[in-house]
């Protein structure tokens, strides 16, 4: 079963005319490299010091821009319940709306490539993400405050337009289920509120379903397993070798370790993803290489045998 599309999916990205101007970079070896490394992500051209640049450049704008983000909608809706301000930012870290920016500061021209870089979203969210690091890497930690004010003023108006969006879906979508309550402090004393509690069915604690973050992982993992079969199918069809995984962590530990899987098929490295275990991280990569080499990420049909085998192991499983 395929996930859900996101609330933003039916609206388009909002368009905005005011020119902006594209980074100068100080550091010209620094801009080269930025440009050069995005061509591993869908070339056979790749170096490991391109791979790895790239990698870096976009583990750090990745995170820059989850701050920056996170920063600009808490000062600009500081009334907006927690779930809001997710989905505003869900919006706004999407890949079609990186891809949009990439485009907007005319990241893409600079793309010396023999496929049309600027129709591919894919790799042109990993050119800003990777842009956005390489600024943080040229200014720093002392002169971070540029960073800030450059993409919060960049981000702005997108926020305001994807707000406007997300109240017209509220409003058009009541079924959706409620923000949950907290109930406010009471002076009431314990036994009595305790009574009255359990009479109305209000409780001082966020009326959420129980679930795990194992449990979520695992789900979220079970989602994506599905590309790495898939990967292993091409591969396979294709009569290349199967496919083979590098894992590199970021050296924490813990809620915070985050683990890169490179794919590399025939020798040659075409995709990596990050996420927070090897096996999701896999999966990931997985998926980015199916785009990367051109096969669709959808379900393939089944016919013939291998589809009266499933359906006969469905019946069998109703049947039981």
Not at 73 to 80: E, I, N
Not at 211 to 225: E, N, P
Request: hydrophobic share 40%.
């Amino acid at each position: 079963m395929s996930a859900p599309a996101p609330w933003y999916a039916p609206i388009p990205i909002p368009q905005f005319n005011t020119p902006i101007a594209r980074y100068d970079f100080n550091n010209k070896e620094l801009e080269q490299l930025l440009y050069a490394s995005v061509v591993h992500e869908r070339s056979f051209a790749s170096s490991p010091e391109q791979r790895d640049t790239f990698e870096a450049l976009t583990w750090v704008g990745d995170s820059v821009l989850r701050g920056l983000t996170t920063v600009l909608l808490a000062s600009m809706f500081p009334t907006s319940k927690k779930k809001v301000l997710n989905d505003i930012r869900q919006a706004l870290e999407d890949k079609a709306f990186y891809a949009h920016l990439s485009r907007r500061l005319g990241l893409h021209n600079h793309i010396s490539l023999t496929y049309p870089a600027g129709e591919s979203d894919h790799i042109l969210s990993g050119l800003f993400i990777a842009y956005v690091g390489a600024i943080q890497r040229e200014l720093g930690t002392d002169d971070f405050p540029t960073v800030s004010g450059t993409f919060c003023q960049l981000l702005r108006p997108y926020a305001e337009a994807y707000k406007a969006h997300h109240d017209t879906y509220i409003a058009a979508n009541p079924h959706l289920p409620p923000t949950p309550i907290i109930s406010p402090i009471s002076t009431v004393p314990s036994s009595s509120l305790a009574a009255q509690q359990r009479q109305q069915h209000v409780f001082p604690i966020f009326q959420t379903t129980a679930t795990t973050d194992s449990g979520a992982a695992k789900l979220r993992r079970q989602h994506v397993s599905v590309y790495t079969s898939r990967l292993m199918e091409y591969a396979a069809k294709c009569k290349l070798p199967q496919p083979s995984f590098m894992f590199k962590d970021n050296g924490c530990q813990g809620a915070a370790i985050q683990w890169c899987a490179t794919v590399n098929m025939n020798g040659t490295d075409i995709a990596s993803a990050i996420a927070t275990t090897k096996l999701e991280a896999k999966h990931l990569a997985s998926k980015d290489a199916l785009q990367a080499i051109g096969s669709s990420v959808h379900p393939w049909p089944v016919s013939g045998r291998r589809q009266k085998k499933l359906l006969a192991r469905r019946a069998g499983s109703v049947l039981h």
